[in-house]
Every structure is written in structure tokens, then in C-alpha cells.
């Protein structure tokens, strides 16, 4: 097992206090009948209807899933448009000027769009998309920050049937042109550029180097002037303002997707070091999503709802764009960081739109317990009815400081485990049904099989650690799990009987049935709720002259930085802070500032297995001051006593 380790892990694996929810939350919650879970598990698979019941088809399903082997067909026979649920549906309904988002920036600039200007908008990227040639199943990259024509981009693909290939707008334009050439795509929309912590950064400029490196031609690209700063644009390259208004007023009529059309593909890591192309059908993707923002995030059509995740990753995706969308809430989206450019900017959006739902990160809940927490307490706070986290283990006292300062000892806190690959939320309390357990995430969601086991596949005691795997199939997995492919070398190293998914996450289970996520057991890092692959960073790392052999692992202490690399180096090369700079400045233009190593350690030698796979574990315990177990199994085990006198000596 790992031993990414928070500082609170030994008072998390003694917890077992049990909080229910409050009465008031109760009274009100969508879901309160704890037969919910017994109902899934009789009904299994058809008790998923009840997902599929939140979206609006054209021709309904024939089955729920017709067979419980691969292909997994969710919901076959049924044909759907995404876009035509997350506006349409709710335009037609009456609701047109209830507002779907409001955009607010860093600088204290603000948008609102209502559910007929999204309509609006939305049709006319989409006529304009099809003018550029987009037709069904042709791949439109996005590589934006957030800004509300990243989501209306988004929708508008939906609309047309071309699924949209979202990039992180951190990321590099290395990173950006492996990106189009995995996903095939020849069509990119982005923008001049972007305030980030009060320094521009020019994306246009960064899209052009992606567009030079790439190595299919892109053919056109959308350009948002999002800064005022486009001058110099190419040939194939158009305004987002220009091509809007050249389509005014246009309407597109939603294309009927089959259930598992692709809606979206996103890039996540994995344990190589290439970027892990997961795509995410339309069906039983939207289902899961609608219907766990509904059930787990008690979300009503009414409420106003804040979640602070970038649309660039999955969580963003889920539950800032499609989720809320679909149930026809209100969302608010925030374009700057928790803290920039003031600590207390989030409570502020929260009292200034009376938030009635906030999903955020342990890591930002981090960073304001360690600010002042007068400053959520000189805000109101009361519109606040639930709050979640998601990314990575909350310990207790995190947990505590959130239930309190920020939920006033009464909203519900929902930690909900997930995955890009999972697409939706898989673990999780119901709040209106089950008692909270800080630090532990929960039962499996109704419908949902999880198990803790060992490297046999056998499940392991409770309150054990072991792997953490999926035992059924859920609506919404990605396409490579539905067509029975096993994602991962690891999953292949699990003795489990039947079909399963390896999370590559280390959990426990309680004697309730509620599972502790320990962290990853994988060759993925989690750095300030990024989700890095260790072989992407080394790769980077190695391509650097003189660099012979590089290991980098996380750091617990997020005092200490994200990353600390150990790096060897060819003979006669020294290891100086040139060579450290040239290091990060390598790691930023492949990847992008968020893998860049806090530290570089040269070593003489990294410690190895007799067979020369390198162990990491022994560096995180040298980096995190953890007492490292037995090195007997090392072609090298003088080494890890050698660095860790080189670590502590600096
Ligand atoms: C971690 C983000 C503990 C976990 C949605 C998982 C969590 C990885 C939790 C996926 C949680 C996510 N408790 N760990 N509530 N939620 N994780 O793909 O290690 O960016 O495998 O998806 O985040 O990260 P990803």
C-alpha cells in the first residue's frame, strides 16, 4: 500500500463518530426513504430507470441494460440530445427566465444568462460551428478558462453531435497538441487570454505553438476576445463575437444521439506517460450526473448553486456544466481561485447570490482553515442548505472546521468519491437518508457495487486497507468499460472473480459498509487537487540533457509544495540550481506550471527492486519524514539511508 499519508490519517483510521443529518435538512431533502438503497438492489439493473426518468428522451429505451456482460448497453434503444436537456427542455417548460448561470469574475465584472439567452446563444455558436464545417462525431477541442463561452461551447457541441475534447487552460501547449492528435481533432476553440492571479496569460499564443507542433493540420480555429487582444489572426482563424453575430437569431435543431454516442472525451492521467483518453457517452453519462445532482446533491430546479471546480476537469464537467444544467438550476460560476483576488471572495459570491448548494475541494477547505476564519463569519452564510467536497480524502478536522464554519453545525456534508472514469459520483452518504462518518466518504450510491480486496481479490477484514474496485457496472462509464476493455496494468494484477474495475485507490471498509479512501496505489499523484501521472512528469524530467533517471513523488505537507523530484545525473554533469531551473522550466513547457516540481533532490542513485523498477515509496517516506519499512528487497538499499541524510541536510 501507499503511504500518502495525511498528517490526520492515524486520527482518521480511529474515527468512527456518526453524525445524522439535521431534521430541517431532512424535512426538505429529495431523496428521504432509506428503502432507496433495498429498492436498487432487488430491481438491479432496472432500478437505473429512475436516473434515466430525470432526461427527456425522443425515443424512449428498450431496455435498461440488456445484458450483464460487455458491451454494456445503458439504456439501448433510446436516443436523446444532451443540449435539448440542459436549455431546451427547460425553456419549453416555462422556466426561460430563471437564470442557468451567472458568470462572475475575478475582478468583480458579472453575466448572467438566463435559460432563454443560453438558448439563444448557444443555437448560434452551434449554426456557427456547422458554418466551420463541424458535422456529427468531428471533434472540437476547447481549450478555454472559465469563462461562460466555455460551457455555451460545450452545449453547442452537444447540440450538433460533435463531442467536445475540453484542455485545461494550465496546461501547456505541448500538452495541448498531444491532445488534438489523440482525439483526432482539427477544430479548436479558445482565446486571446486570461487574468490569472493578476497576470495576463496569453492562450492564442500558446493555441498558436499547439497548432506548429501538432501533427495533423488543424483547420479551424475560434478565437474568444476575452481580453480585447486579438490582432493577428491567420487564415482558418475567426472571432467567437464575429461568428455569433454573423448567425444572430439562427436556430439548430438538436441532433438525435443514440445512447452511447459519444457526448465527450477528456484527458485525464494515468500510470503512462501518455495523457488517458476517456470518452463519456451521452445516455447513461447525463443520467448518472442529473441524477446524483439531484439525489446526492439534493439540487431543485430552484436553487442557486456554486461549485468551485474548473470546467477543464471532470468535475467540472459533471457538476458545473451537465449536472445543474439538466435539472434546470441555477449556477454559479466563479472565474478566479478561492483566493485571488481576496481570501473571503468565495463567501462573498455565496451571501451576494444566497447559494442553497456549495461543492468544493479539501484542498481550498485547507487553505481557508488555515486563513482567518473570521472571514466566513463576518459573512452570511445561512442561505447554505448542503455542502460538498470532492477530489481527495477529507480528514476530520477539515471535515469539522467545514461542517462548522461554513455549514453552521446544520447543512449536511456530502464527501463524494468519484473519478474521471467514473464520470459521476459512485460513493457517497445520501444526505437526507444516512448519518455522516467525517473522513470516511460512505456507502456505494444505490445501484453501485464497491469492494475493498486484496492483491487475490479477496475481501479484505474490515477496517483493513486494500484495493478499492467497482464490482457492477453504472451508467455512467465510459466507453472503454462498457466495451469490456480493463483500463490500467494494475487491474490485470487483481485476482478478482468477474467482471471489475480497478480504481487504483487504497480504502478501507467500516462494519457499516462505509468506505475510508486512502489514496491512490497507482503510479497517480494527487498535487492541490490535480490529478498528475509520476511517468508524465519523469518523462518530462528525463528529456532533459544531462538528466539520466528521475522519480517524483507527492509531498503530504502542502506547506512543503506539490511535487519533490530525484533526479540522476550523467557523469560529470553537476547538479546546480541552473540545472534545477532548467528542470522546471522543461516540466512547464510540456505539461503546464501545475506538475512543476517543487524540489529537485540529485541523488547518485534512485532505490530500485532487483528487477530495476524504481520505489517510489521509499522516496515518499524520505520526503513526507515517514519511517521507511524494510529495504531488503532493494538491488540497492544503502541508497535510501544516502538520501535521506541528503534530504534532511538539504
Ligand atoms: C481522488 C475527480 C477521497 C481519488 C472527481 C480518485 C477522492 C481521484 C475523493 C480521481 C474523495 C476523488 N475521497 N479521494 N471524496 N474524490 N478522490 O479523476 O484518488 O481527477 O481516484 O476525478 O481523486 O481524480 P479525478
Known sequence: MSNRRGPDFETRMAEDEEIPPSPQFVEQATVTDDSVSDEFEENWPDCWARAAATLDWFDPYESVLPDDEPPFEWFAGGTLNACYNCVDRHVEAGAENRVAIKWESHLGETRTYTYQDLYREVNEFAAALRAQGVEADDVVTLYMPMIPELPIAMLACARIGAPHNV?????????????????????????????????????????????????????????????????????????????????????????????????????????????????????????????????????????????????????????????????????????????????????????????????????????????????????????????????????????????????????????????????????????????????????????????????????????????????????????????????GEEAAKLDVDGWHYFTGDGAKVDDDGYITVLGRVDDVINVSGHRLGTMEIESAIVGVEGVVEAAVVSVDDAEAGGIHAYVTLETGVSGDDDLRERIAAHVRERIGPIATPDAVVFTPDLPKTRSGKIMRRFLENITNGEEFGDTSALQNPEIVGELESIVRDG
Not at 247 to 266: K, M, N, Q, S, T
Not at 352 to 377: C, G, H, Q
Not at 434 to 449: D, I
Request: charged content about 20%; overall charge negative; some cysteine.
Open 167 to 487: 484542455v485545461f487552460a494550465g496546461l501547456s501547449a505541448d500538452a495541448l497538441a498531444t491532445r488534438l492528435e489523440s482525439a483526432d481533432s482539427v477544430f479548436l476553440v479558445t482565446c486571446d487570454g486570461y487574468y490569472r492571479r493578476g497576470s495576463a496569460i496569453f492562450l492564442k499564443s500558446k493555441a498558436d505553438d499547439a497548432r506548429l507542433k501538432a501533427a495533423h493540420d488543424l483547420e479551424e480555429m475560434v478565437v474568444v476576445e476575452h481580453l480585447g487582444e486579438t490582432e493577428h489572426l491567420g487564415a482558418g482563424q475567426h472571432t467567437y463575437e464575429e461568428l455569433v453575430a454573423a448567425h444572430a437569431g439562427a436556430e439548430v435543431a438538436p441532433v438525435e444521439r443514440a445512447a452511447d454516442d459519444v457526448l465527450f472525451l477528456i484527458h485525464t492521467s494515468g500510470t503512462t506517460g501518455e495523457p488517458k483518453r476517456v470518452e463519456h457517452v451521452t445516455g447513461g453519462y447525463l443520467a448518472h450526473v442529473a441524477w446524483t445532482s439531484q439525489t446526492v446533491l439534493d439540487l431543485d430546479p430552484e436553487d442557486t448553486y456554486l461549485c468551485t471546480a474548473n470546467i477543464g476537469w471532470i468535475s467540472g464537467h459533471s457538476y458545473v456544466v451537465y449536472g445543474p444544467l439538466a435539472l434546470g438550476a441555477t449556477a454559479v460560476m466563479y472565474e478566479g481561485t478561492p483566493n485571488y483576488p481576496e481570501r473571503d471572495r468565495i463567501w462573498d459570491l455565496i451571501e451576494e447570490n444566497a447559494v442553497d448548494v456549495f461543492y468544493t475541494a479539501p484542498t481550498a477547505i485547507r487553505s481557508f482553515m488555515k486563513w482567518d476564519t473570521s472571514l466566513p463569519a463576518s459573512r452570511d452564510l445561512s442561505s447554505l442548505r448542503l455542502l460538498g467536497t470532492v477530489g481527495e480524502p477529507i480528514d476530520p478536522r477539515a471535515w469539522h472546521w467545514y461542517y462548522e464554519h461554513i455549514g453552521n453545525g446544520n447543512c449536511p456534508i456530502v464527501d463524494t468519491w468519484w473519478q474521471t472514469e467514473t464520470g459521476g459520483m459512485m460513493i457517497t452518504t445520501l444526505p437526507g437518508v444516512e448519518k455522516m462518518k467525517p473522513g470516511s466518504a460512505g456507502p456505494p450510491l444505490p445501484g453501485v457495487g464497491a469492494r475493498v480486496v486484496d492483491g487475490r481479490g479477496e475481501e479484505v477484514p474490515v477496517n483493513e486497507a486494500g484495493y478499492l474496485v467497482l464490482t457492477r457496472p453504472w451508467p455512467g462509464m465510459p466507453l472503454a468499460l462498457r466495451h469490456g476493455h480493463r483500463w
